[in-house]
């Protein structure tokens, strides 16, 4: 591995940490919209729109080129699938078996990813790379256990919702990978959350809302969607997709810590225990070297 490579890897695991790190303040800047009555749906509408608008803006305001008509078609798809349908599921998913095993099953996603990058990318999964994915899959699902709120109620339709949702949450990884690489991050984002918007329309209900949920339903925008999202495009253009998905599962973590800071909600030592497992399966991830078959540097298309 060249040091220009090192310093591209090290760039990528940065930039998908703080993705992780604005994706795990969702819960805290939901919760603002929710305790007003808001259906999950409707935020995820609004949410979408408003991070489509600005990734509009910033893609006038850096005369980003047009999106390429070769690759419009994936970013119709990943509009449909990543956003709408992953939604879509997630929220069935906690309606049918409740919010802990959603969360469980979401993160399902870093095994699709891996298989995903095997067939489609020949990326191989290294003995440390698969232990590292076990320890961190095994430590989310302590931590949404252990944080859970109420019994999770098992049954065929909520597993099947929430393996869906952690299939299409995937696809930000195995589709917007070569979007990444070849278009501009703003321009691909601002396709794919209007088009996921645009899909959602027909099952929103529409509320009136108070001048403080609008500004929760904003923060989700700017901070857990926007931001993200664009930390997340520099990071999956760096990194294998498998790595790339392990890293971000630090989410739930740092949704815990700021639950914790803000709420004041208490994580079991159990928790902990899973707390501390995620991070050692994503350090262990981190430090890994990317094998043959894995991303390597290519010309990348500033956000």
Known sequence: ???????????????????????????????????????????????????????????????????????????LFLGVAG?????????????QGGA????????????????????????RVSAP?????????????????????????????AVGWGLLAGATYALYYLVGRRLFSRNASARVLSWSLGIGAVAMLPFVTFVSMRLVTWGGIACLAIVSTYAAYLAYAEGVKRLPSARAATIATLEPVVAVVAAYVVWGER?????LGGAATVIAGVLLTAAGEPRRGGASPRRTVSP
């Open 1 to 75: 591995m060249t040091p220009e490579t090192s310093d591209s890897q090290r760039r990528g695991t940065f930039a998908i940490v703080v993705a992780a790190c604005c994706w795990g303040l969702l819960g805290v800047m939901a919760r603002v919209a929710l305790a007003d009555g808001v259906p999950p749906l409707t935020i995820a509408f609004w949410r979408a729109s408003m991070a489509a608008v600005l990734f509009t803006v910033h893609a006038a305001m850096i005369r980003a080129e047009p999106l390429r008509r070769a690759d419009r078609p994936a970013a």
């Open 83 to 95: 956003v709408a349908v992953f939604y879509l599921a997630y929220l069935n998913s906690i309606e």
């Open 100 to 123: 802990a095993l959603a969360a469980i099953l979401l993160y399902s996603a870093p095994i699709w990813v891996t298989i995903g990058g095997r067939l489609f990318f020949h990326e």
């Open 129 to 157: 790379a698969a232990l590292s994915l076990a320890l961190t899959l095994s430590g989310v699902a302590v931590v949404v256990i252990a944080s859970a709120q109420r019994a999770m109620h098992w049954s065929p339709g």
């Open 267 to 271: 994580l079991s030592p159990l928790g």
